[in-house]
């Protein structure tokens, strides 16, 4: 077995088709005719403008108008007027159009390629495809055709464009298996809006795979099985179906009211990272947005982005969910979230360090912009304002009293705003959790963040494997640490929801039940699946689980009595 790592889930089975770097293999020379040679070239740019004009028409279809725009950025990575002039200034030397080109993307790339974050990389491979798009061109080499790959195709490629991407008839490719790309690749984030299995980083895959031999990917374990034997084929065709069939059962629940068997009614909303995310959430009846991550607006620009631009994605949001609640979360930066220009300088304990909250309530130009920008969008929806890494009182009440002012701020300036907004905090430290009383004061809302939660309560880095037997949101620890916050939440009269990821695991759901959470913030695919869990408990059932696993002493024994209760 091979392993890489898992970026779009779902079981693939089917036959590799090996999409082989075509030869862009050419020998220099030296053009006499300059003025030529530089319209050969701009007239390969026209063409590939027109192609990648197409490419993208065709990925607006299949995949949506925001997926359709990295295409587009190829085109305005070729006519940047750096490249162009520098390119014509090569020619102009007596350069042929070829070796100029080759050699200013290569300069990008080399550039683009030793930054240190993910984005800033991806430029890389975005020069890479428009460098081989237009070398094609000259060459008169003719591209794979992606749109003529028969059904059951596992696509098999070093690295796959975007470009490619928008050639995917989405009928036919079951899988996808690069050698390069993360999470975060561009190719990654279409192949998951497309709902393809994908692996990416799969070592020496080209290499060790064949055409036409049969393989087996999971895209949420990253695992790869190539020519896989009759009992691992029995297996995953087993499992595949068994997904295939859970999801089609799940759609009974879709349109439906997230409700307990007796009748007591849940928000079940999502957790997004991006504006259009929003769509997505809608699209998997999610009934708002409980958790929108900010920092990824942050982490897509090389600048603190403008209190317009946030305003412009924020308001997005808000539209898109049509007066659903959307709860926005200020800026939470530092631990395992870094943004390079911030310059966060380097910490010895960075997830003890200064971030989030800390960082904002330091930097308050940043964090004025930030609420600015969310107070005037919430004239256009149901906006909330949520504070993470809250650790006590005078954090609420400074955030709480800067966004009072700057209310009055946009009322003198005669700028719509809720005047409304409810300002609520994450729970996700343990200190929060042993002061809920005193923050459900000065709080409108909590929710609960179990991923850091778990981390600070059980002093456990949720990224150290070594650590990692410690780091489980079912420790008895982290169970009491929830309920005395939901309590907490309870007494004051205020929702308590929980947007970490344990919201959706069907062990904890009875728990939470039992405790009185009032909302479940999950990611979008999850939300049929936790309808359907929470439609499955009464209130009298999850308190006779609850009072059970409050009285056990480990984790071990908290897993082990769950699964006996749990289907
Ligand atoms: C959490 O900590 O549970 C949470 C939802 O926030 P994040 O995962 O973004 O830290
Ligand atoms: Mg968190």
């Not at 197409?54 to 990295?70: R, V, Y």
């Not at 890479?128 to 059951?152: F, H, M, N, Q, Y």
């Not at 393989?215 to 995953?236: M, R």
């Not at 007796?262 to 928000?267: F, I, Q, R």
Request: hydrophobic residues 40%; negative net charge; proline residues 3%.
């Amino acid at each position: 077995m091979l392993k890489g790592i898992g970026v779009s889930m779902g079981i693939g089975i089917g036959k590799v088709l090996l999409i082989e770097d075509h030869s862009l293999e050419y020998t220099p020379r030296t053009v006499e005719d300059t003025q030529a040679e530089t319209r050969r070239f701009q007239n390969a740019v026209d063409v590939f403008c027109v192609n990648t004009e197409k490419h993208a028409e065709a990925l607006k279809i299949s995949a949506g108008a925001k997926e359709a725009e990295i295409m587009l950025g190829h085109i305005s990575i070729v006519k940047d007027p750096f490249l162009l002039g520098e390119v014509e200034k090569l020619i102009a030397g007596g350069q042929c159009a070829e070796a100029a080109f080759e050699s200013m993307c290569d300069m990008f790339i080399q550039i683009f390629s030793a930054a240190e974050d993910d984005l800033t990389k991806q430029r890389a491979a975005d020069v890479r495809d428009v460098k081989a798009g237009v070398l094609g061109i000259l060459l008169g080499v003719t591209e794979v055709k992606l749109s003529d790959a028969p059904a059951g195709t596992v696509l098999c490629a070093r690295e796959l464009t975007p470009s490619m991407i928008a050639e995917i008839n989405k009928d036919h490719i079951v899988g996808i298996l690069t050698e390069t790309g993360s999470t975060t690749s561009h190719s990654a984030i279409l192949a998951r809006v497309l709902e393809i299995p994908a692996v990416m980083s799969v070592p020496e895959i080209m290499s060790a795979a064949e055409n036409g031999e049969t393989v087996i990917l999971d895209g949420s374990k990253g695992e790869v099985i190539l020519s896989p034997d009759d009992a691992q084929l029995g297996l995953y065709t087993q499992r595949q179906a068994k997904q295939l069939q859970e999801r089609r059962e799940l759609e009974q629940f879709r349109g439906k009211t997230t409700a307990s068997a007796d009748g007591t009614v849940y928000e079940l909303v999502c957790n997004i990272g991006k504006p259009d995310d929003a769509a997505k959430a809608m699209d998997c009846d999610g009934e708002g947005v409980g958790l929108f991550r900010t920092e990824f607006l942050f982490m897509d620009k090389t600048s603190v982005p403008s209190e317009e631009e946030q305003f412009g994605e924020y308001k997005k949001a808000a539209m898109l969910l049509k007066g659903k609640p959307l709860i926005i979360r200020t800026l939470d930066i530092g631990g395992d979230k870094d943004i390079p220009y911030l310059g966060l300088g380097k910490e010895e304990n960075p997830f003890m360090g200064f971030r989030a909250i800390r960082y904002c309530l330091k930097n308050r130009e940043l964090f004025r912009t930030q609420l600015r920008a969310i107070l005037r969008a919430s004239a256009f929806g149901n906006v909330s304002i949520m504070f993470p890494l809250i650790t006590c009182v005078e954090e609420v009440r400074e955030g709480r009293a800067l966004v009072e002012k700057l209310k009055a701020e946009l009322r003198a300036e005669g700028i719509d705003f809720d005047e409304n907004i409810k300002v609520g905090i994450m729970t996700e430290t343990a200190a929060s959790g042993i002061i809920a009383d005193l923050l459900a004061r000065e709080s409108d809302f909590f929710s609960i963040g179990t991923n850091d939660l778990t981390g600070y309560t059980m002093a456990a880095d949720r990224g150290n494997s070594d650590v990692s037997y410690l780091y489980s949101a079912l420790q008895p620890s982290v169970l009491r640490m929830i309920r005395a916050i939901i309590e907490a939440g309870r007494n004051q009269g205020i929702p308590v929801g929980m947007c970490g990821e344990a919201a959706a695991d069907p062990m904890m759901i009875p728990l939470l039940i039992s405790f009185g959470l009032t909302e479940f913030s999950v990611s979008a695919p999850s939300v049929l699946r936790v309808r359907k869990c929470i439609s499955s408990w009464t209130k009298e059932k999850a308190d006779a689980v609850a009072e059970k696993v409050i009285s056990l002493a480990t984790q071990q024994e908290v897993k082990d009595y769950l699964r006996t209760v749990v289907s």
